[in-house]
């Protein structure tokens, strides 16, 4: 069940996140301990348990369909890293 | 098409759905707004928000479901969808995977005279992304969140269908569907009904499928015929060029008539689907079931044939007249205003005013001649007040001035004239002003009986009771 | 003044011995004085003041309520309009968020004063606030010692008596650790009881606000303006309002106390058992009665949230890609290269290393094993813990295996530092109400925390059995020495 330095640049390529050869590697040993620790789950008999998603159950309100939200762009963008004529702007979208 | 191939077609269309706020905010979902003026900080995926779900999403799909004869589940669980694109915030669209809401059902179309079933696999409430504008900002894309949240239902048929033509009937239908039932405005130039084609070839009589490509960017029945004409033959030229087909993705490219290869997505995206841990399932009850079966419309079909029993109608009067509901309420509403021969309403309706609307881009409800106008002018069609010629003058001018069949009447003096005595003068004039026809007419030209009819609805500006005038001149020309 | 609890300053607040502006400008002044703790980051002394003037006009226009006035500060998880919410990431330095989180709202409608935002582990992952981007914070104890995590700023500010009372998040153990390493009172309450909304958010099924204190009597009172149904939020629980304070004087004779023989075992040091079991003792003596329960399941906890946890957060922090807010990398070839590098440069290695075991778990072909596999063993360890409520009234046992240890202890081995969070795990994952309160010391002079947890909104009566133990010993008014 050991994961190899293909799982693990994949796995970073899923999560968007860039990683040298070096970390790779380092990461690497600490998420086969850390997946050797939770290997124990495997040996579980759950023949028969219904999944837990959330701990108190229960079923989604609703909400009416009334527009609520007032134009709060100027706030709302005010982190933005670059932003022109009220758009985020981000290097270009190729389809 | 090739004999000896068979095309394989399944239709994936996101309908948007006409509520008023978003499907996990509250957002307006109003088209055309200001970039990011309607985007909420839950639309932006800002640190700390959570979603609440819109009931009215739901009544939609409800109403769907049992306008398609699907199940309507009575426990569907909202999945994230995750992956990465500037358009979608969170990073995961939030949208419904191994349990949807509406599960099954199916639509019924007509092709060439021949009806066909086709199968809904399900149906799934979802969130819409962003867009991007490319307009070049100094080499950057501009992100615009207005439209991410707004609620999609997502409706995946069986591979059923066998041509370009049963998809385009089928993507019409479903059009036509949820237009009828108020639940997406059907507006596809604005992107309210975007379908994706999922199309691969087979050789005739092969019962395993081929590898299938998914086409998307199609917003118009036409691009759509098209897209899939070009990728089967491109399919089967692949094919016999001794190719495989690849599972792929591919972008419609309407002033190139081709489909291409999407170069930005994956071949096999991992959308590592999960419960989402924010929202609870969603319970639908028999009686909420209930509740919307009750304030449902009519739907189209059981119209269609009321209106051939109740009112007699042919069914292609029918058909025309329930085209949409506000001109199957138009209809309705006249006959109830003129009280009279319901098929005189249907010629009408699909004649004079039809053809208007269309002129007009208008819909039924917005007719300057309501239908309690135009029954009022029936009913002196009916009562020999005017003729049906004149009533066709009345109506163009209540188009455009408004008022009523009488008003116009009485201003124009259009009364049709009906007295034996005022007829019989104007048809001694014609006779006396056209000693030629009589002539004619005595010699056995019959035609030339018309010309004398013509010369008498001319000299009475049309207003003669037409009935009258044949049958005195008929007297007249035999004495 | 300082040394005050909230009870107490309520009183005092409200008899005019001491004015808001007063109290805020004294602890302002303390907080300076112990910058080297770490316990703070964005501080805005003009803003406080501007509360503090607003709580005492509140008071003179009779608008008080028991808290206004008292100050507090608020874990940088909880968004906030006036001060940065940062998560102790690089991710988001200088982040100004548009609104406050509910809980901020609550407490700032009943007249708190806000003193800060307070550090902790980066995203709330971890065990020992060592993994904050703004540096690590120290336990008053003893500067060697961690203070526990992930609220382990808010632990030491209760702690030094930089803050009366500090809000904290739960989703493994992160407010019940750092009080016990801390020698505080920390209370987590059943899931849903606090609005999640405005809460950066980690692991959504399991993440929790709740506050720390010096008292149960003062997270009484705090809850009181704290919790309530939010309908932003949908997992908010909707039931009547309740006072939270109702049952602290309940007696403790006859009262069913549980303790998990599994949470006795090997693993658990010495002095912390001792000083645990000496506590309940003090509970038998008071009469109530230990029953001893058994949670088989228990101990697969840790890999059952390590699986649940970082799944959750794998997606929640998808967010982070530098589009519209939050860290930006500088230089990138194009659009897929600077989310990458934006994620990269942004997230320290914890977040990083529960994204990438995130993504694992949810990833084709392993889903079912791994994520499915662990909610279904999830929902049997909630199971144990109504049938050991049949048995027992309230569930006592240790915090931790042992007492605050120190830096870089287990900093370099993640599975080492997963392991501290074994006793309040299982409780987290079943969505229950849970407590630490103070109950003595162990090696090196360093506190022990008795964990307390009780059925699904039963947090009045958890309150009223820690209060009854707060009334009879007086653990809970130690302070560290160096602090007045």
């Not at chain 2, 002129?359 to 009022?376: C, F, I, N, Q, S």
């Not at chain 3, 992952?125 to 203070?147: D, L």
């Not at chain 3, 932003?232 to 009547?240: K, L």
Request: charged share 25%.
């Amino acid at each position: 069940m050991a994961l190899t330095l293909d799982d693990v640049t994949r796995i970073a390529h899923l999560a968007r996140i860039e990683i040298s050869a070096a970390e790779a590697a380092g990461t690497l040993a600490q998420l086969n301990d850390i997946f050797g620790m939770i290997e124990r789950l495997s040996r579980v008999d759950t023949s028969g348990i219904e999944p837990m998603s959330h701990p108190l159950g229960g079923t989604q309100r609703l909400r009416e369909d009334r527009v609520t939200e007032t134009d709060m762009r100027e706030p709302n963008m005010r982190n933005a890293p670059e932003k022109q004529d009220g758009l985020f702007l981000v290097p270009r979208v190729i389809e | 098409m090739r004999a000896d191939w068979e095309v394989v077609i399944g239709l994936e269309t996101h309908a948007q759905l006409a509520t008023k706020s978003k499907i996990f905010s509250g957002s307006s979902t109003r088209f055309g707004a200001l970039p990011n003026v309607q985007a909420s900080a839950i639309d932006l995926a800002l640190p700390g928000v959570l979603p609440v779900l819109n009931a009215g999403a739901v009544e939609c799909a409800i109403k769907f479901g049992l306008a398609v004869g699907a199940k309507v589940a009575e426990r569907s669980i909202f999945a994230r969808k995750n992956y990465f694109y500037p358009d979608l915030p969170k990073g995961y669209q939030i949208s419904q995977y191994e349990i949807p809401v509406v599960q099954g059902g199916s639509v019924t179309i007509h092709v060439d005279g021949v009806d066909k079933t086709v199968q809904l696999t399900r149906a799934h409430l979802e969130e819409d992304a962003g867009k991007s504008l490319h307009e070049d900002y100094h080499g950057m894309s501009g992100i615009d969140l207005n439209r991410a949240g707004t609620p999609l239902l997502e409706i995946v048929t069986e591979p059923d269908m066998r041509s370009s033509a049963e998809a385009v009937a089928y993507a019409k239908a479903l059009h036509s569907l949820v237009v009828w039932l108020g639940i997406c405005d059907g507006n596809m130039q604005e992107g309210s009904f975007r379908c994706d084609a999922n199309v691969s070839v087979r050789p005739k009589g092969r019962k395993e499928f081929g590898t299938r490509c998914e086409i998307k960017n199609l917003n118009s029945f036409r691009f759509l015929e098209q897209a899939i004409e070009h990728e089967i033959t491109r399919q089967i030229d692949l094919i016999e060029d001794g190719g495989r087909v690849v599972q792929e993705t591919r972008l419609y490219d309407p002033d190139r008539n081709e489909t291409r290869s999407m170069r930005s997505k994956e071949d096999a995206m991992d959308y590592r689907y999960f419960p989402d841990p924010d929202l609870l399932p969603l319970e639908i009850t028999a009686d909420a079931v209930a509740r919307v079966r009750a304030g449902m419309p009519e739907l189209p079909q059981a119209m269609r044939a009321r209106f051939e029993a109740q009112y007699g109608l042919p069914a292609y009067d029918a058909a025309t007249l329930t085209a949409s509901r506000g001109l199957a309420g138009y209809f309705e509403a006249a006959v109830a205003a003129f009280g009279g021969d319901a098929k005189l309403v249907s010629n009408w309706v699909m004649g004079d005013l039809l053809g208007r609307l269309h002129e007009a881009d208008l819909g039924a409800d917005a007719a300057p001649v309501t239908p309690a106008m135009l029954g009022g002018l029936l009913k002196r069609i009916a009562d020999g007040t005017i003729s049906g010629k004149i009533a066709k003058e009345v109506f163009a001018t209540l188009w455009v001035e408004g008022g009523s069949a009488d008003t116009v009447i009485e201003a124009k003096g259009l009364r049709q004239i009906s007295d034996s005595g005022a007829i019989e003068k104007i048809v001694d004039e014609v006779l006396a002003a056209n000693p030629k026809s009589v002539e004619e007419f005595r010699a056995g030209k019959d035609k030339a009986f018309n010309a004398l009819v013509g010369q008498a609805m001319k000299a009475s500006r049309g207003k003669a009771n037409p009935t009258q005038v044949n049958e005195i001149l008929k007297r007249k020309l035999a004495g | 003044m300082f040394e005050k609890s909230v009870a107490e300053l309520s009183r005092a607040l409200g008899s005019g011995e001491v004015s808001a502006v007063e109290l805020a400008q004294l602890f302002l002044a303390r907080i300076e004085r112990f910058r080297a703790f770490n316990a703070f980051l964005d501080m805005r002394p003009e803003v406080t003041l501007a509360q503090a003037r607003a709580a005492d006009r509140m008071r003179a226009e009779g608008r008080a309520t028991p808290l206004t006035g008292v100050p507090v500060a608020h874990k940088d998880i909880f968004v906030t309009r006036d001060f940065a919410s940062t998560a102790a990431s690089k991710m988001l330095a200088g982040y100004m968020s548009p609104f406050d989180a509910a809980v901020v709202e609550n407490m700032a409608r009943a007249g708190m004063v806000t003193l800060g935002k307070v550090n902790c582990d980066e995203f709330a992952m971890g065990s020992s606030n060592e993994n904050s981007a703004y540096g690590n914070v120290a336990n008053p104890w003893n500067p060697g010692a961690v203070p526990g995590g992930s609220s382990g700023g808010s632990a030491t500010a209760v702690a030094a008596r930089l803050a009366p009372a500090a809000t904290a998040t739960d989703t493994g153990g992160s407010i019940r650790e750092p009080a016990a390493f801390s020698g505080i009172t920390g209370i987590k309450p059943t899931y849903g009881r606090a609005s999640r909304w405005g809460m950066i958010a980690f692991a959504s099924s399991l993440d929790q606000a709740g506050i720390m204190t010096q008292s149960a009597e003062d997270a009484a009172l705090i809850f009181n303006a704290m919790l309530g149904f939010d309908p932003r939020d949908s997992t908010s629980i909707e039931r009547a309002s309740e006072d939270y304070t109702r049952d602290l004087a309940m007696p403790v004779k006859g009262l069913r106390i549980g303790m998990p023989k599994e949470f006795f075992g090997k693993g658990l040091k010495p002095d912390v058992e001792a000083a645990v079991r000496a506590a309940l003792a003090e509970y038998e003596r008071m009469g109530a009665h230990l029953v001893e329960i058994s949670l088989p399941n228990a101990e697969l906890g840790i890999p059952v949230y390590y699986v649940i946890a970082p799944a959750e957060c794998s997606s929640n922090l998808s967010r982070f890609d530098g589009v519209r807010y939050g860290h930006r990398a500088s230089e990138y070839r194009d659009l897929a290269d600077m989310i990458k590098k934006s994620r990269a440069e942004g997230f320290g290695p914890e977040p990083k290393r529960r994204i990438l075991i995130g993504t694992y778990v949810l990833s084709h072909g392993y889903y079912d094993a791994y994520y499915l596999q662990a909610q279904k063993v999830r929902r049997l360890i909630a199971d144990e813990f109504q049938r050991a409520f049949r048995e027992c009234d309230v569930i006592a046992g240790p915090v931790t295996t042992s007492v605050a240890f120190g830096f870089g202890e287990k900093a370099a081995d993640p599975v080492e530092m997963y392991l501290s969070d074994l006793y309040t795990i299982p409780g987290s994952l079943a969505g229950l109400p849970g407590m630490s309160i103070p109950c003595g010391f162990g090696d090196r002079g360093l506190p022990v925390g008795l964990q307390l947890t009780a059925n699904y909104f039963e947090e009045a009566r958890l309150l009223g059995v820690a209060h009854r133990y707060q009334q009879a010993t007086d653990w809970h008014r130690r302070m560290p020495g160096g602090i007045a």
